[in-house]
């Protein structure tokens, strides 16, 4: 039997018939009234729905978990699909396809109750902005997880591929005329004291990326601490820039040592030989110029590599949030102003609404 056509009637048929015994048929009947009230949208049909889920609750044809749940669905902000477990990375990531395909079907009900049958477009706008950070959030958490996993992995790699580079330069060192006997040796005159300071870089760039990625694991939810990030993803830069300069700087001074110590003394210098000539310049230096500036530009390039496959997924999708946060903040502000200018309604005091109705 059809419902009449105005939709108070039709609530009020609906009870009769539930009262009578067609409580299975509940369902169907709800979706009814949504038909009927999306031909009549009005912002006072969320108050109708929430005063009959209270009735029917009372009438117990569903429980208060089920009432609060229709009306959230259909008519409140905040997603039924993404609560409880699911707001944890440990249990919603690993299904974050089913849930997303679970609110983005919400928000299709959400369609029909806020912005269809009330009218509300801006608590339905509200609802789709939710659900895109939802998405971004959910990604972020996945790129968070993955991220330590990463830079361990890049650190293996780097480590191994630093180590055969340097066992190889080292073996041919050990066949020139020069003749090293140790690694020690070796690293005084291919790097001298810029060691320490590539060194103390270097650490400084790993502590300063794991301080970088906490600080991104503790602000996925809620960019608040936006002054903190951003310093710290200027810091990785700057200590990606002062190890190139390290090796600049130290190319500078070997090629100067070296040709001081070849040069030094222009009577001699034209005296000697081409071949004393160069091996003063091996011996003056010119060695630690060129080595300063292979561990310099390839140390640089390894850095931001480093920074890119390790936290360029997450700085970019933070960036995206806290950029559609402040959108988000000036749309809100732009609201209220509206509803300001807009009169208010009479509010009827003898309203029963559901629990959750209040955003």
């Not at 299975?24 to 949504?34: I, T």
């Not at 990606?240 to 600049?248: A, D």
Request: aromatic fraction near 8%; charged fraction near 20%.
């Amino acid at each position: 039997m059809a419902l009449p056509g105005n939709l108070d009637r039709a609530i009020g048929e609906v009870e009769q018939r539930l009262a009578s015994g067609c409580e299975y048929q509940f369902d169907s009947y709800f979706q009814q009234l949504l038909s009927l009230a999306e031909q009549n949208p009005d912002s006072e049909n969320k108050i109708r729905f929430s005063d009959h889920l209270v009735r029917v609750n009372e009438m117990g044809v569903i429980s208060q978990r089920q009432a609060r749940e229709y009306y959230n669905r259909y008519f409140n902000v905040k997603f039924v699909s993404l609560s409880g477990d699911y707001n944890t990375c440990a249990q919603a990531c690993p299904v974050q396809g089913e849930v997303m395909s679970n609110m983005r079907n919400e928000l299709r009900d959400k369609q029909v109750g806020l912005l269809k049958a009330s009218d509300d477009k801006a608590a339905y706008y509200r609802a789709d902005h939710l659900l895109k950070e939802a998405d971004l959030a959910q990604q972020t958490r996945q790129a968070a997880d993955k991220m330590d996993g990463g830079l361990r992995q890049f650190c293996y790699g780097t480590g191994v591929g630093i180590s055969l580079t340097g066992l190889a330069l080292y073996g041919q060192d050990r066949l020139s005329p020069s003749g090293i006997d140790s690694v020690g040796n070796w690293l005084q005159i291919n790097l001298g004291h810029s060691i320490w300071l590539f060194a103390a870089v270097a650490v400084l760039f790993i502590f300063t990326l794991i301080k970088l990625s906490a600080q991104l694991r503790s602000n996925l939810d809620e960019p608040d601490d936006t002054s903190r990030i951003s310093a710290l993803d200027q810091m990785l830069d700057v200590w990606t820039q002062v190890f190139i300069g390290i090796g600049v700087v130290w190319t500078a001074v070997g090629m100067r040592a070296a040709l001081q110590y070849a040069l030094g003394e222009p009577d001699t210098a034209l005296a000697d030989s081409a071949d004393n000539v160069l091996r003063k310049l091996v011996d003056g230096g010119i060695l630690l110029a060129l080595t300063t500036t292979i561990v310099g530009a390839v140390g640089g390039y390894l850095m931001r590599v480093c920074k890119t496959i390790t936290l360029g997924a997450s700085l970019q999708q933070y960036y995206d949030q806290l950029e559609r946060r402040d959108i988000a903040e000036l749309v809100a502000a732009t609201q209220r102003i509206e509803q300001q200018l807009q009169p208010s309604p009479p509010v009827n005091q003898n309203i029963t609404r559901m629990p959750g109705a209040q955003l």
